[in-house]
């Protein structure tokens, strides 16, 4: 059975960094991803890792803040949140899936979301 298991949201003030991570199991995932949803938005990407080159794609608006990594001897991926604006509060959810894409269509598997509250 497959699971992503989320940690380490939270509240944290405008400038200030967090980290997240995500533990999965059940198998591995040539993709690892993050996509956040805000009160009222729909779900949108953050960023995606390849499993077998490790290359990283990010939403525009993240670039040069965020950096996402994967363990994959841990089967684990984290996003490091630096910088952080009071638009970068939503729940995050991490995904897993084959394709390193920006479309939630291409992610088969869903972590329960962890909330990060950015506070101005």
């Known amino acids: 059975q497959v699971q992503l298991v989320e940690s380490g949201g939270g509240l944290v003030q405008a400038g200030g960094s967090l980290r997240l991570s995500c533990a999965a199991s059940?198998?591995?995932?040539?993709?690892l991803g993050w996509f956040r949803q805000a009160p009222g938005k729909e779900r949108e990407f953050v960023a995606t890792?390849?499993?077998?080159?490790?290359?990283?794609y990010y939403v525009d608006s993240v670039k040069g803040r965020f950096a996402i990594s994967r363990d994959n001897a841990k089967n684990t991926v984290y996003l490091q949140m630096n910088s952080l604006k009071t638009d970068d509060t939503a729940v995050y959810y991490c995904?897993?899936?084959?394709?390193?894409?920006?479309?939630?269509?291409?992610?088969?598997?869903w972590g329960q979301g962890t909330q990060v509250t950015v506070s101005s």
């Open positions: 995904a897993a899936g084959w394709l390193a894409s920006g479309s939630a269509q291409d992610y088969s598997y």
């Open positions: 059940g198998r591995t995932f040539s993709a």
């Open positions: 890792v390849k499993g077998s080159s490790g290359s990283p």
